[in-house]
């Protein structure tokens, strides 16, 4: 079975510009959740998405951020006028929603973000 | 507030020596506790967890990790450390007080680094 993939693997992009960065969760995963993380630092938890929920928007960084989820599989993860301090790795994970609350997450290889 | 702390930023231990990586958390109540390691330029994989029961939990590619709810801590262990386990660990806990958001709360993360 495939694992999570996100798209693209790298994006470069000029200071202003707006970016997508997508995620495909495991099938079957009911939430679905995006971090970042800047060089050689610790997961920033960014949003969360469960089933048909609303989604725990806490961990935006401002109104630049916005996230969606449709039909309850892929997310895309918008950034409005990037600035540089947006780049960085942004990882998206999945876990399943079999009734337990602890399932682990799955990761995604992570989109590379470069803001010039 | 629930917090997680791994307050060693970086251990080194030499090959065939057991490691140690330290984390303690602040949760109420008895916490879902996770490790997940990243491997260089590879995504963050899950380890192990714990839920509840054995305090003593044993997870992927030889490592351990002990609750001590006593000490409000879950470190890290492995008898015999390999070069190839050099990466960054994390540690992530949720509060099972949580309802159904299944948001963890992450460490910082600490860099092992495993000498030949």
């Known amino acids: 079975g495939a694992g999570v993939s996100q798209s693209p693997s790298n994006k470069v992009t000029e200071k202003g510009k707006d970016v997508e960065l997508r995620c495909d969760p495991i099938s079957g995963h009911t939430a679905l959740y995006w971090y970042r993380q800047s060089l050689g630092q610790g997961l920033e938890f960014l949003i969360y998405?469960?089933?048909?929920?609303?989604?725990?928007k806490s961990g935006l960084p401002s109104d630049r951020f916005s996230a969606e989820r449709t039909g309850g599989s892929v997310s895309t993860l918008t950034i409005q006028r990037t600035q540089q301090e947006d780049s960085a790795v942004y990882l998206c994970a999945s876990s399943s929603g079999s009734g337990t609350q602890y399932n682990e997450q799955f990761f995604g290889p992570g989109t590379r973000l470069t803001v010039l | 507030a629930q917090s997680v702390a791994q307050p060693e930023d970086q251990v080194n231990v030499a090959e065939g020596n057991p490691l140690t990586v330290k984390c303690t958390y602040s949760?109420?109540?008895?916490?879902?506790l996770f490790w997940y390691v990243q491997y260089p330029n590879r995504g963050l994989q899950f380890l192990l967890k714990y839920i509840t029961g054995d305090n003593l939990v044993k997870g992927s590619y030889g490592f351990e990790a002990e609750f001590n709810k006593s000490q409000t801590s879950f470190h890290l262990k492995k008898p015999s450390a390999l070069v190839s386990d050099s990466a960054l660990y994390f540690c992530?806990?949720?509060?099972?007080?949580?309802?159904?958001?299944?948001?963890?709360?992450w460490g910082l993360g600490t860099s092992l680094a495993v000498n030949p």
């Open positions: 949760v109420s109540g008895n916490p879902y």
């Open positions: 992530a806990v949720r509060d099972p007080h949580a309802g159904n958001n299944r948001k963890l709360i």
């Open positions: 998405f469960q089933g048909n929920s609303a989604p725990d």
